[in-house]
């Protein structure tokens, strides 16, 4: 399975959750599925990251495409907390940290410290922001994706990447453990079925404007509804 095809499947399902929390808040069965669209683009962000040739753009496009989304939150008047592309944009800061980290330790011992020592620093203050602020899947949910950045092995990236999805869907549990959020675990299978290829149509510039641009026509749904 090619990652366009996962991405079209991430997508469709997110289209669905946001739709049940917009649109039909009543219908737990939409945000069920859209259980699904977080761990498959939270590990392509992680794939995307260890492929790119620059980083820096790649930081900026997903940042600024998640400040959209902040724009569209506060015109809707939806409550305030920092989506998922904001939160996606810290973890490409902490995998870049963490991937300067390995370099010097493998050159240089005395700079991988250093490195090391910031990574740990900026994690920490990822875990303070996120216990005074709300950010969609919270701390767990901004490391997911830096889990892979140590392997370069697709298997070895999978079971690193399953490792942290688990402690986001324990965080979102616990203490009942009986959670729609443990419906992210499915979306384990689909990624065993990645075979690494970009796929026939990779419509990169969709899946980043899909995000912002059906959260606007959803609110604006919402409004037109709410004016009849």
């Not at 498959?40 to 998640?66: D, S």
Request: net charge positive; with cysteine.
């Amino acid at each position: 399975m090619s990652a366009c095809i996962l991405k079209l499947i991430a997508a469709l399902t997110m289209l669905i959750d946001h739709a049940g929390m917009i649109l039909f808040p009543d219908k737990m069965w939409m945000r069920a599925v859209g259980r699904l669209a977080f761990p498959i683009f939270a590990y392509f962000i992680g794939e995307g990251f260890l492929y790119t040739r620059n980083r820096m753009r790649y930081f900026w496009r997903i940042f600024l495409l998640g400040a959209a989304c902040q724009i569209v939150y506060a015109l809707a008047g939806y409550p305030l907390e920092w989506g998922i592309l904001i939160a996606f944009s810290i973890s490409v800061c902490l995998m870049a940290l963490l991937e300067r980290a390995q370099k010097y330790f493998r050159e240089e011992k005395t700079e991988g410290a250093a490195w090391l020592i910031a990574f740990t620093m900026a994690v920490c203050c990822v875990a303070f922001l996120c216990h005074h602020m709300v950010v969609d899947y919270g701390f767990f949910g901004i490391l997911l994706p830096v889990w892979m950045v140590p392997f370069r092995e697709k298997h070895q990236r999978l079971a690193a990447f399953s490792f942290g999805l688990g402690a986001v869907c324990i965080y979102y549990s616990y203490p009942s453990f009986a959670n729609i959020q443990n419906l992210c675990l499915l979306s384990l299978p689909l990624l065993l079925l990645y075979n690494g290829k970009p796929g026939k149509f990779r419509m990169k510039w969709f899946f980043y404007i899909f995000y912002p641009a059906h959260l606007a026509i959803l609110w604006a749904i919402r409004w037109v509804v709410t004016q009849l």
